[in-house]
């Protein structure tokens, strides 16, 4: 009798379990694009990390509190330009904008130092995205509130629900100091700190995050040296070819522009080593490029090739 309760008991356990793994954080998960386990609780639930509906804007002489060389990612689209601050964004991850009426979302994971906008026109609907407390090789997962299906930011692609397979539109976007942004778009908007929420954005709460050698998350692929694990790079992508650029290689390299190709894709890179930034361009039009730490960078492309200075 014992035996037997104690294998009902077991079972149990194993059907609950088989349960949980289909379900984290209110997600189903019982069809996924990815191994379900290396879907991760980053520890706060569902929309725990607000995302910002409703931002406002000020206009650049007043924001005061940004120092120069405070990092913001910047968006020129539709004939408007925008600054949001890294500060702000490390509380939210996810600003909900609207350009002219065009649905933008503007996203960022500070585990990762990745920040990347989407055009938010998801299949012919404007389309708004929250914070999912889940991670896929330490970077954010999104969900769309239309269906609850969730999203690699770094892929741009939806890994489980109605809308699996599918991917987002990436604009350009440019990671750099509010100093260098400003110059070059004396017009800017900056988001401000109005937000909604009671957050202390004077503080950083991922300091000393960057400098330690180890991530918060494991990942699959464990990024090579000789670069350290957070080494900022610029990764380019197109038609399934991969390349990072390293800071520190650009540093070495010298060169304010340079051209390159990656997947048959010809474009100028351009490196800011005052102001720690790079982007790239073909013919004075900005294209889509990632500003990730070196292992974010690898986790997600393995197979990158690496621009090293000669």
């Known amino acids: 009798m014992a035996h037997k309760v104690f294998c009902i008991v077991f079972l149990n356990l194993l059907l609950a379990s088989a349960a949980w793994s289909q379900s984290m954080n209110g997600f189903d998960l019982s069809s996924t694009s990815i191994p379900v ?12 990390i607000p995302a910002i509906d409703n931002p406002k804007f000020d206009a650049a002489d007043e924001a005061q509190w940004l120092a120069p060389d405070e990092r913001v990612m910047g968006l020129y689209f539709d004939g ?6 890294i500060a702000i964004l490390n509380w939210h ?5 609207e350009f002219n009426g065009h649905p933008v979302v503007v996203t960022f994971c500070p585990l990762c130092n990745t920040g990347m906008v989407f055009d938010g026109m998801v299949e012919g609907e404007p389309t708004s995205f929250g914070v999912s407390g889940l991670l896929f ?9 239309e269906t609850d299906s969730l999203w690699t930011q770094i892929w741009a692609r939806a890994i ?3 809308r699996q397979g599918q991917t987002l539109t990436i604009l350009p976007v440019q990671h750099t100091s509010w100093q260098a942004w400003r110059e070059a778009h004396p017009e800017t908007d900056v988001l401000s700190r109005e937000t909604g929420f009671r957050r202390d954005y004077l503080r950083n709460p991922y300091a000393g995050y960057e400098a330690s050698p180890t991530t918060l998350f494991p990942v699959a692929n464990r990024a090579p040296g000789p670069w350290h694990t957070k080494e900022w790079v610029l990764g380019v992508s197109f038609n399934d070819e991969h390349k990072a650029y390293p800071y520190e290689e650009l540093d070495q390299h010298g060169l304010a522009r340079f051209e390159d190709q990656v997947g048959g894709v010809d474009f100028t890179l351009v490196w800011d080593s005052e102001h720690r930034s790079a982007h790239i361009e073909h013919q004075g039009e900005a294209l889509p490029s990632l500003v990730a730490f070196w ?5 997600f492309y393995p197979g990158t090739e690496v621009f090293v200075a000669p």
């Open 93 to 97: 991850e996810i600003v909900n904008d």
């Open 295 to 299: 292992f974010a960078w690898y986790a």
């Open 80 to 85: 408007i330009a925008r600054a949001y601050p």
């Open 160 to 162: 489980s629900g109605p």
């Open 137 to 145: 090789e330490s970077d954010v997962l999104l969900y769309d509130r």
């Open 37 to 48: 386990e290396r879907i991760l609780r980053g520890g706060p639930p569902k929309d725990g």
